[in-house]
């Protein structure tokens, strides 16, 4: 099945700084590759999503880039705020058989946005 | 819409207990999903249906965990008889997976369960 590390476990920055997540697949298969992010008491929510046939996507102060050679894939958040602090998760889905709406996920990374 | 619904928010329970989770999916949705977190596990599958039929039940940990969705508004997790090494936060999530959309995930609030 499908294997997703990512790195790093945390994460601490400045305000303003950028921040770079980093998560690898190991299924040719994935296609789809979603970040979730989880506030504190709560369930993750999904922020940015990429597909296998777009390189990279931007919304605002985050983007997503795919490598789908080296099967890896990374978030990078700038100008970051406190708000910011949160888990992300990185998660990655294939395109299709039984396991078609399957997300695996990444083990997660503790990002903390010092002001 | 009101999201994932699940209950209850917080269990305690003793070990040997019978314990029941509740989820409630988005309306239209047509795949709801199980999850179990811990820290040193992290997000794990532990079944999902489509349409009301169980399509992946290969992360249920073993025979004390059930999960039925016996329509496609209401699903249960049980866990018969609890251990303490099922404490966690279990989440519901539910999703539209179809052709033309991205089958994005929408997670209930989680539910805290201690096993003592």
């Known amino acids: 099945g499908e294997n997703v590390e990512q790195h790093p476990s945390t994460l601490s920055v400045q305000e303003g700084d950028s921040a770079v997540i980093k998560c690898t697949y190991s299924d040719s298969a994935s296609n789809y590759f979603p970040w979730y992010k989880q506030e504190l008491g709560k369930g993750p929510q999904l922020i940015i999503d990429i597909r296998s046939n777009v390189g990279e996507k931007k919304d605002q102060r985050i983007a997503v880039t795919l490598n789908k050679t080296a099967k890896h894939f990374s978030l990078h958040i700038t100008e970051t705020q406190p708000e910011d602090s949160a888990v992300y998760f990185c998660a990655a889905r294939r395109a299709g058989g039984t396991s078609y709406g399957k997300l695996t996920f990444g083990q997660g990374t503790i990002l903390t946005v010092h002001p | ?116």
Not at chain 2, 23 to 33: A, E, T, V
Not at chain 2, 39 to 49: H, P
Not at chain 2, 86 to 108: H, K, M, P
């Open chain 2, 1 to 116: 819409d009101a999201g994932v619904i699940q209950s209850p928010r917080h269990e305690v329970t003793e070990m040997g207990q019978e314990v029941t989770l509740r989820c409630k999916p988005i309306s239209g949705h047509n795949s709801l999903f199980w999850y179990r977190q811990t820290m040193m596990r992290g997000l794990e599958l532990l079944i999902y249906f489509n349409n009301n039929v169980p399509i992946d039940d290969s992360g249920m940990p073993e025979d004390r965990f059930s999960a039925k969705m016996p329509n496609a508004s209401f699903s249960t997790l049980k866990i018969q008889p609890s251990e303490p090494r099922d404490s966690a936060v279990y989440f519901c999530a539910s999703s539209l997976i179809g052709r033309t959309n991205t089958g994005e995930l929408f997670f209930g609030e989680g539910s805290r369960l201690t096993v003592l």
